[in-house]
């Protein structure tokens, strides 16, 4: 059994591991000659698989995190949960596949790509392969996390770029990427199979679940379990489908005021990209604090202080940098093909402030979760309202500066609700004054550098 250090970073590493796989893919796409129009059919592909998948992973995700921890056989428990997101994931791409000409059509992607099929075979490991991920992390399994990690990582950029490389097309890497997918839901079923004969994972005719706020309700089974987990998740899964289609009303923008121009959608998804480190630093944190949160919330506070003032020195530190250095690098790295999305990059490096805001972790382990996609629902409006109103003046620009308006102002304002329901102060969980000292230094490098 790893220490909680040795998983905390074996859990950076494959977030790490998963963001930079893209980051690669995305720099060798337009090296190998690529087209910027059929660069901007698979970051269509990439988009439609984040507006399918990332509102109910991340809500299901979290509540797994809150509830994994107080209940009883934590084995047969995840096990179960893992076969339900492989079913959902199964449903949801199935219903998908059959509507697919409507949702391309409805999302402005055009017609749908030769082998957006074999893209949808990835999602189906993809999604499963995320909590696959959870259940060896709550196992202790710190080397068989970075394992996967690394094997999931290598495997996608292997998948797209070699078939490129040997003279192929676009369908030639959606169709090793399926491949790739087959290979890689092998070696969960494989993982599961080995545990179950191991007898490592049973069915404990006991479950307990956490409720919103920490108590204890008894389930039936581990059919029950899920049940419950199902229903912790639905607040969860509801503020984070609205919170999503914020993010994923700026690339449908795009495409609907420049009339569905490829060229530019593919620019602006290059510009706005989020760096790696920041999500895998962030959410490996999260995964730590969320559960102590449930169980001690004081305590988990005061984790809370110090780790995030630990990680705002290095990711507003890291962030800094690639904003000095962007123009260096900018070309070499991309190409002139993306010349363009060098000012959008380095603007929306300032959507990193709110990533370092974290009321939520705290309002999900107290239960304040009903009414949530309210808040999300809040944010989303204000994007609309402000992209509208700054588009025709600032075009790509303007459409940037409202998601980042919006995505901090919705962080106040939860702020601002988590001391409303629960006397809780941000300087409570957060160091004010270095995260005000880095924000001010970032501002002074964009505008004078």
């Given at each position: 059994?790893a220490?909680?250090?040795?998983?905390?970073r074996?859990?950076?590493?494959t977030?790490?591991?998963?963001?930079g796989?893209?980051?690669l893919?995305?720099?060798?796409?337009?090296?190998l000659?690529v087209?910027?129009e059929?660069?901007?059919?698979?970051?269509?592909?990439?988009?439609?698989?984040?507006?399918?998948g990332?509102?109910w992973?991340?809500?299901?995700l979290?509540a797994?995190?809150?509830t994994?921890?107080?209940?009883?056989?934590?084995?047969?428990?995840s096990?179960?949960v893992?076969s339900?997101?492989l079913?959902?994931?199964?449903?949801l791409l199935a219903?998908?596949?059959?509507?697919?000409?409507y949702?391309?059509?409805?999302l402005r992607l055009?017609v749908?790509?030769v082998?957006?099929g074999?893209?949808?075979?990835?999602l189906?490991?993809?999604w499963?392969?995320?909590f696959?991920?959870?259940?060896?992390q709550?196992r202790?399994?710190?080397?068989a996390?970075?394992g996967?990690?690394?094997?999931?990582?290598?495997?996608?950029?292997?998948?797209?770029?070699?078939?490129?490389?040997l003279g192929?097309?676009?369908?030639?890497?959606?169709?090793?990427?399926?491949?790739?997918?087959g290979?890689?839901?092998?070696?969960?079923?494989?993982?599961?199979?080995?545990?179950?004969?191991?007898?490592?994972?049973?069915y404990?005719?006991?479950?307990?679940e956490?409720?919103?706020?920490g108590?204890?309700?008894p389930?039936?089974g581990?059919?029950a379990?899920?049940?419950?987990?199902?229903?912790?998740?639905?607040?969860?899964i509801?503020?984070a489908t609205?919170?999503?289609?914020?993010?994923?009303?700026?690339?449908w923008?795009?495409?609907?005021?420049y009339?569905?121009?490829?060229?530019?959608f593919?620019?602006f998804?290059?510009?706005?990209r989020?760096i790696?480190?920041?999500?895998?630093?962030?959410?490996?944190m999260?995964v730590?604090i969320?559960?102590?949160?449930?169980e001690?919330?004081?305590?988990?506070?005061?984790?809370?202080k110090?780790s995030?003032?630990?990680?705002?020195?290095w990711?507003?530190?890291?962030?800094?940098?690639?904003m000095?250095?962007?123009?260096?690098?900018?070309t070499?790295?991309?190409t002139?093909l993306f010349?363009?999305?060098l000012?959008l990059?380095?603007?929306y490096?300032?959507?990193?402030v709110s990533?370092?805001l974290f009321?939520?972790p705290?309002i999900?382990?107290?239960?304040y979760?009903?009414?949530?996609?309210?808040?999300?629902?809040?944010?989303?409006?204000?994007?609309?309202v402000?992209?509208?109103?700054?588009?025709?003046?600032y075009?790509?620009?303007g459409?940037?500066?409202?998601?980042?308006?919006?995505?901090?102002?919705n962080k106040?304002i939860?702020m601002a609700?988590l001391?409303?329901?629960a006397?809780i102060?941000?300087a409570?969980?957060?160091?004010?004054?270095?995260?005000?000292g880095?924000?001010?230094?970032?501002?002074?490098?964009?505008?004078?550098f």
């Amino acid at each position: 059994m790893a220490t909680d250090s040795t998983l905390i970073r074996a859990g950076q590493f494959t977030q790490v591991a998963r963001q930079g796989a893209i980051i690669l893919v995305a720099l060798a796409l337009p090296r190998l000659g690529v087209g910027r129009e059929v660069i901007g059919e698979w970051e269509g592909l990439l988009y439609l698989g984040y507006i399918l998948g990332f509102g109910w992973l991340t809500g299901l995700l979290q509540a797994y995190l809150v509830t994994v921890r107080t209940t009883k056989n934590t084995g047969g428990y995840s096990h179960k949960v893992l076969s339900s997101v492989l079913l959902a994931s199964l449903l949801l791409l199935a219903l998908a596949a059959g509507l697919h000409e409507y949702i391309f059509r409805w999302l402005r992607l055009g017609v749908a790509p030769v082998g957006w099929g074999f893209f949808f075979v990835f999602l189906l490991s993809q999604w499963p392969g995320m909590f696959f991920e959870q259940l060896l992390q709550v196992r202790g399994r710190a080397w068989a996390l970075a394992g996967f990690g690394l094997f999931s990582a290598a495997g996608y950029v292997a998948a797209v770029v070699l078939p490129i490389l040997l003279g192929g097309d676009l369908a030639d890497a959606l169709f090793w990427l399926a491949v790739f997918a087959g290979a890689k839901g092998l070696i969960m079923l494989g993982w599961l199979a080995f545990d179950w004969r191991r007898g490592r994972i049973g069915y404990a005719p006991e479950v307990v679940e956490a409720s919103g706020r920490g108590a204890r309700v008894p389930g039936n089974g581990q059919g029950a379990g899920v049940r419950n987990l199902w229903r912790t998740a639905t607040p969860l899964i509801v503020y984070a489908t609205v919170g999503g289609l914020v993010t994923a009303f700026d690339p449908w923008f795009v495409n609907y005021w420049y009339d569905d121009d490829e060229s530019l959608f593919a620019i602006f998804r290059y510009g706005a990209r989020d760096i790696p480190f920041v999500s895998a630093v962030t959410n490996g944190m999260i995964v730590v604090i969320l559960p102590l949160l449930t169980e001690n919330v004081p305590v988990g506070l005061d984790q809370l202080k110090r780790s995030s003032r630990r990680i705002f020195h290095w990711i507003f530190g890291g962030v800094t940098l690639l904003m000095l250095t962007a123009p260096y690098w900018w070309t070499f790295a991309f190409t002139e093909l993306f010349a363009e999305g060098l000012p959008l990059f380095r603007f929306y490096l300032f959507i990193t402030v709110s990533r370092l805001l974290f009321p939520m972790p705290i309002i999900v382990a107290l239960g304040y979760t009903r009414g949530l996609w309210l808040f999300s629902f809040s944010e989303l409006v204000m994007n609309v309202v402000l992209s509208i109103l700054l588009a025709p003046a600032y075009g790509l620009w303007g459409i940037l500066l409202a998601t980042v308006i919006a995505d901090i102002v919705n962080k106040g304002i939860l702020m601002a609700y988590l001391y409303r329901r629960a006397g809780i102060l941000p300087a409570r969980y957060m160091d004010l004054r270095v995260f005000l000292g880095w924000w001010t230094v970032l501002i002074v490098v964009w505008v004078f550098f």
